[in-house]
């Protein structure tokens, strides 16, 4: 029990230690410089489009498809960066590890307008094939060269099938919801 608690403590110290860490580097070192403004640029971008094609007629179940989307991306991230299998040396914010300008603008709306566009599952799985190698294999590479993203011990194509994983588990979830709800 003492060694639990002593534990605990020290944990948190270091928790600690790292986040004072993050939020100095972040302050000397990214916000309002070119980088920042690259991924403040794509968040905006990303959120405008979304919001000017969105079908506002379906928009609870648009949102609950960005939520879900949101979520995958956020706790792959973390568990991604936890195992440090990937880093992510400029952030918009210098709170969360993961990339929050990715997973919760830009990556999401993608998805949506995706799961907007093609409402049958073969027109819907082709698209996301496309997205996922688009973005393992063009996007992904792109981060890496001007800095935003940085592989440790990851390859690009790993992720391959688990965009395509999501996209098809988050609109099964969303379309199970909603035959549930009779919407």
Do not use: N
Not at 57 to 79: A, G, H, K, Q
Not at 99 to 120: H, K, T, V
Not at 136 to 148: D, Y
């Amino acid at each position: 029990m003492v060694y639990t608690v002593l534990f605990i403590q020290s944990a948190a110290k270091v928790q600690e230690k790292l986040t004072d860490t993050r939020i100095d580097d972040w302050l000397e070192r990214i916000v309002f410089h070119g980088k920042w403004w690259l991924l403040l640029a794509l968040v905006l971008f990303s959120m405008t489009f979304w919001w000017k094609t969105v079908d506002k007629r379906r928009l609870s179940e648009m949102v609950l498809y960005v939520s879900l989307i949101i979520i995958f991306t956020l706790v792959l991230d973390e568990i991604g960066e936890e195992f440090t299998l990937w880093d992510y040396p400029y952030d918009l914010i210098p709170l969360f590890p993961p990339m929050s300008s990715i997973d919760i603008a830009c990556l999401p709306l993608i998805y949506s307008l995706i799961y907007q566009r093609f409402g049958a599952w073969k027109g819907f799985i082709a698209v996301t094939v496309l997205m996922s190698g688009i973005f393992c294999f063009i996007l992904e590479p792109l981060f890496i060269r001007i800095g935003i993203y940085q592989i440790l011990s990851w390859k690009s194509y790993y992720g391959f099938p688990i965009y395509i994983f999501m996209a098809i588990i988050c609109k099964l979830a969303v379309k199970k919801i909603y035959a549930k709800s009779g919407a």
